[in-house]
């Protein structure tokens, strides 16, 4: 309980001291737009693994050198806990934004901070404009900037790591008209951390797998069809080598 506590106070702490820092941000994005992503990129990382560091995760990595260097990606992974967002951030380099729901663009200093460092918020309910948001997530991975996707839509609350919710199809359309390649991210224990037992924080050892780049046109037909499904077989596969 205290762990959670003193989180709640960081997470507070950051949003109303670090104001003034976002609005020099916000001003800096009119006239440099990378140069903002990059400081708030930078700045969101730090945090995130502050958070990471005082809960205490203890992070493992495998599969970092599957990750292109030399082009954005999209990012696919399975999702159990809030903490999932911290640790892609902190495990991975770049310019990098997380697909949101929309309900999270509601809070307005949290906002601009998400969209300062490339995040889309998806309208679930409104196929207009969650095709919007999905050709602003093809603009931005074609402007070098990666992008990470739950494709199950919502957290798994299974009680076993693999049991997952059918992945969305309509959710790899990023990769499939940008022609980016798809890395599949397999994440074991982040609910270990919270979810499991609300609202105690537990420190918890949490393995991050970085799959091999999936490029779905090369993919057999039959595959590339159901590239969502494809997709989560092969996450699957990585959470049982994990475990």
């Known amino acids: 309980m205290i762990r959670f506590l003193i989180l709640c106070l960081i997470l507070g702490g950051f949003l109303i001291f670090a104001y003034p820092i976002l609005i020099m941000q916000n001003s800096l994005g009119k006239k440099d737009p990378v140069a903002a992503g990059n400081e708030s990129t930078g700045i969101v990382r730090f945090m995130f693994r502050l958070f990471l560091k005082v809960a205490g995760v203890k992070l493992t990595v495998i599969g970092e050198e599957n990750i292109p260097k030399d082009t954005a990606v999209l990012y696919v992974g399975n999702h159990r806990s809030y903490f999932d967002i911290l640790v892609g951030y902190a495990t991975t380099s770049g310019l990098m934004g997380f697909v949101a729901k929309k309900e999270m663009d509601k809070f307005l200093i949290l906002r601009s901070w998400m969209r300062n460092v490339n995040c889309l918020f998806l309208d679930r309910k409104d196929i207009k404009a969650g095709l919007k948001t999905i050709l602003e997530g093809i603009e931005k991975v074609k402007s070098g ?99």
Do not use: N
């Open 145 to 243: 900037i990666s992008i990470w996707i739950f494709p199950e839509g919502t957290r798994g609350k299974g009680v076993d790591e693999l049991d997952m919710l059918p992945f969305k199809e309509g959710s790899l359309k990023i990769a499939e008209k940008s022609g980016c390649p798809v890395i599949p991210v397999a994440m074991v224990r982040t609910a270990d951390i919270f979810e499991k037992h609300v609202p105690r924080v537990v420190p918890t050892e949490v393995t991050v797998y970085y799959g091999k780049p999936i490029y779905l046109k090369e993919l057999e037909p039959e595959k590339k069809k159901h590239a969502g499904a494809y997709t989560r077989d092969v996450i699957m596969e990585m959470i049982k080598e994990i475990q």
